[in-house]
């Protein structure tokens, strides 16, 4: 487990010249592990189902998303690496740090709603905000709104999948949740990590 | 078409924040490719393998096990099992939208069925290990994922309430 970039955010006078700490641990860790393990019985099921073409059908199918999915993956850690670097760390933690209230929570919202693209963007960003002192809070409520009514996955996915219908009452519904979830991840956070509120 | 349009978004907003980076001065800009450059072939294994094996992970999860207990009479309890099947969901957005597809078609309830929908966008699990994970501080991830447990819940009950969709 590596440390958290969020305890010792950097001054912001020699932000630009400090090496930013690391967001993304080694390639290996027990999550891939578990990931491994679970591909590895699900591809023998299929095969001992299925057979030799059963796995290959699979496999290439996978194989064709994973290429179109690694530009995509490209643009959003260039686009985290990006705003890790231009964004001011004193005018992120204002705006989005632990102190900046319902306010803060309407930005990250906001924010989440925007942002183009998958989770190869979404998480890479709320990564970079957190480095740059966006607070817990802020930064659940951009990840939930991501999630919940951000247009990428909606247009592309769940418009033609689910129906309009379905799509647009589970959006009015979800409206709220980003702001709500960032205020109890807020509320939470304070009386969990006592010493790290400032 | 949709791709193409959120493709060339994704893009224009690469090339937007690389051209500010590139006018605060080069060191920023060619630090800033670095990094992500980093970033990205540390991520590609992961990523290589999750993509490569959620399709066996959701061939080998029967759907049935997953749709079957969410009928509209099925109330809180089916609201509770939506939760957790939309947490035990493998796959990406057309695994998990096709399920809640299947279920609506097979007589779900609209509550249950958002109740899953969103359950499995905030906390399905195959997500946080492939994708939140490798990108985030681990302690965020579990945190951010505790702190929505209530929320398919609450969206539930407001469509319950409205009496939509």
Redesign the interface.
């Given at each position: 487990?590596?440390e958290?970039?969020?305890k010792d955010p950097a001054p912001a006078d020699d932000a630009?010249?400090e090496p930013?700490p690391g967001?993304?641990?080694?390639?290996?860790?027990w999550?891939?592990i578990?990931?491994?393990v679970?591909?590895a019985v699900?591809?023998t099921?299929?095969w001992r189902?299925d057979g030799i073409d059963?796995?290959l059908e699979?496999?290439t199918?996978?194989?064709a998303?994973?290429g179109g999915?690694?530009?995509?993956?490209?643009?959003?850690?260039?686009?985290?690496?990006?705003?890790?670097?231009?964004l001011p760390h004193e005018k992120v933690s204002r705006s989005l740090g632990p102190n900046s209230g319902l306010k803060g929570l309407l930005i990250g919202t906001a924010f989440g709603a925007i942002l183009?693209?998958g989770?190869?963007?979404a998480?890479?960003v709320?990564?970079a905000l957190?480095t740059v002192g966006a607070d817990?809070g802020a930064?659940?409520a951009m990840?939930?709104s991501w999630?919940?009514i951000g247009y990428?996955?909606a247009?592309?996915?769940?418009l033609p999948?689910?129906?309009t219908?379905?799509t647009?009452?589970?959006i009015?519904?979800?409206l709220p949740?980003p702001v709500?979830?960032g205020a109890?991840?807020r509320f939470?956070?304070i009386r969990m990590y006592p010493k790290a509120a400032p | 078409m949709?791709?193409l349009i959120?493709?060339i978004?994704?893009?224009a907003?690469?090339a937007a924040?690389?051209f500010?980076?590139w006018q605060?001065?080069r060191?920023?800009l060619t630090?800033?490719?670095r990094?992500?450059?980093?970033?990205?072939i540390?991520?590609?294994?992961?990523?290589?393998?999750?993509?490569?094996?959620?399709?066996?992970?959701a061939?080998?999860i029967p759907q049935e096990v997953i749709t079957g207990w969410l009928g509209p009479d099925s109330g809180w309890l089916g609201v509770l099992t939506a939760v957790i099947a939309g947490a035990a969901t493998p796959g990406?957005?057309?695994d998990g939208?096709?399920l809640?597809?299947v279920a609506?078609k097979a007589g779900g309830g609209?509550p249950q069925?958002?109740a899953y929908?969103?359950a499995w966008?905030?906390f399905a699990f195959?997500?946080l290990?492939?994708?939140?994970?490798?990108?985030?501080?681990?302690?965020?991830v579990w945190?951010?994922a505790a702190?929505?447990l209530?929320?398919p819940f609450?969206?539930a009950a407001?469509?319950m309430a409205?009496g939509?969709?």
């Open positions: 487990m590596s958290l970039p969020l630009t010249d930013r967001r993304i641990r080694k390639p290996i860790g999550s891939m578990v990931i491994a679970l591909v699900s591809a099921l299929v189902r059963g796995v699979i496999l199918h996978d194989l998303l994973f999915i690694l530009p995509r993956v490209l643009a959003g850690c260039l686009l985290g690496a990006f705003i890790a670097e231009i183009p693209g989770p190869f963007t998480y890479p709320a990564s957190l817990f930064t659940i990840v939930v999630t919940l990428g996955r247009i592309a996915w769940e999948i689910m129906g219908d379905f647009l009452w589970r009015v519904i979800s949740l709500l979830a109890l991840g939470v956070y | 949709s791709a959120i493709d978004i994704l893009w907003s690469v924040v690389g500010i980076a605060r001065g060191l920023i630090t800033a490719v990094e992500g450059s980093m970033d990205f540390n991520i590609v294994p992961r990523i290589a393998l999750g993509v490569i094996g959620s399709g066996y992970i061939a080998v990406g957005p057309v939208f096709s809640g597809a609506l609209p069925v958002i929908v969103i966008a905030l195959q997500r290990l492939l994708w939140e994970i490798p990108f985030m501080p681990a302690r965020f945190f951010r702190v929505s209530p929320f609450l969206a407001i469509a409205i939509r969709p």
